[in-house]
């Protein structure tokens, strides 16, 4: 069963989402059979490259809130994330433009380190003093070296700017296809989605509805004939 993840590196609730769903995973039965991929979603697509502000001016100015109430949304999301056992910093953190980020987990998805650098970057812009988008290039090939992707191949998707430009394009287009106007966004087999950071119950009962749902019907009998017809098997209620 595979399951896409739709999510950006800006996205606290995607953080958060993350580590339910992984909780949830942790527990199911066919958890070894579960493949999950990570779809790009940027939160803010027209930001510019090097347009980086401090997270409380950006939320105060997005939603026309003061930045005490900005700081005090910040608290709320530090504390949900300790309870996922996640480090979070209510204070310092900066935003920018993730484009690059989202074109370096493809290229990570291609080495199949794609969920490696995602736990990087998430701890990168979440947890860590140093930013994620003002450092320039380099400190983004050090991330995907921590990652385990080679330095000089992270270097020449930066240089780039077409290197999977088209796959993280792709991505949002088919994001909007699905209906997808936020994240995090879960696709289960695509047969189930399930939207933002939902409790870990949840998460356990779509995978396990989806689960049974892609199990191949078993053909009933009776009386010797075929019990499988144009429109499937016919199932007992038991």
Same mark, same amino acid.
Not at 68 to 86: I, P, R, S, V
Not at 182 to 187: A, E, K, L, Q, S
């Given at each position: ?20 769903? *992984?909780?949830? +995973? ?11 991929? %990570?779809?790009? =979603?940027?939160?803010?697509?027209? @930001?510019?490259? !090097? ?22 949304? *910040? ?8 309870? /996922? ?7 310092? @953190?900066? %935003? ?5 980020? %989202?074109?370096?987990? %493809?290229?990570?998805?291609?080495? !199949?380190?794609?969920? *490696? ?5 998430? @701890?990168?812009? =979440?947890? *860590? /003093?140093?930013?994620?988008?003002? /450092?320039?290039?380099? @400190? ?12 000089? &191949?992270?270097?020449?998707? +930066? ?25 995090? =966004?879960?696709? +289960?087999?695509?047969?189930? !989605? ?22 191949? +019907?078993?053909?009933? &009998?009776? !009386? ?15």
């Amino acid at each position: 069963m595979r399951v896409e993840i739709w999510s950006d590196i800006a996205c606290p609730w995607c953080y958060v989402g993350k580590a339910r769903f *992984e909780k949830a +995973l942790r527990a199911f039965p066919h958890r070894d059979q579960v493949e999950v991929v %990570h779809r790009s =979603f940027e939160l803010d697509p027209r @930001r510019a490259k !090097g347009d980086v502000q401090p997270v409380l001016t950006m939320l105060a100015a997005k939603y026309g809130m003061s930045e005490a109430q900005a700081q005090a949304g *910040e608290d709320n999301l530090g504390a949900q994330a300790a309870a /996922e056992g996640l480090e979070y910093r209510t204070t310092g @953190r900066d %935003h920018g433009n993730t484009f690059d980020l %989202h074109r370096l987990l %493809h290229l990570a998805g291609e080495k !199949g380190r794609q969920d *490696e650098l995602i736990r990087v970057l998430y @701890r990168a812009n =979440f947890a *860590e /003093e140093r930013s994620l988008f003002s /450092e320039g290039d380099e @400190r983004l090939v050090d991330l995907a070296v921590e990652a385990g992707l080679d330095a000089e &191949e992270a270097r020449a998707v +930066l240089a780039d700017p077409a290197a999977y430009a088209d796959a993280v394009r792709a991505d949002e287009r088919e994001a909007a296809e699905l209906g997808a106007n936020g994240v995090p =966004f879960f696709v +289960l087999d695509r047969t189930y !989605g399930v939207s933002g950071a939902q409790p870990a119950e949840v998460f356990t009962q779509a995978l396990t509805r989806a689960w049974g749902e892609r199990m191949p +019907l078993r053909t009933v &009998e009776d !009386g010797g004939a075929d019990a499988c017809g144009p429109d499937g098997c016919a199932v007992p209620q038991r």
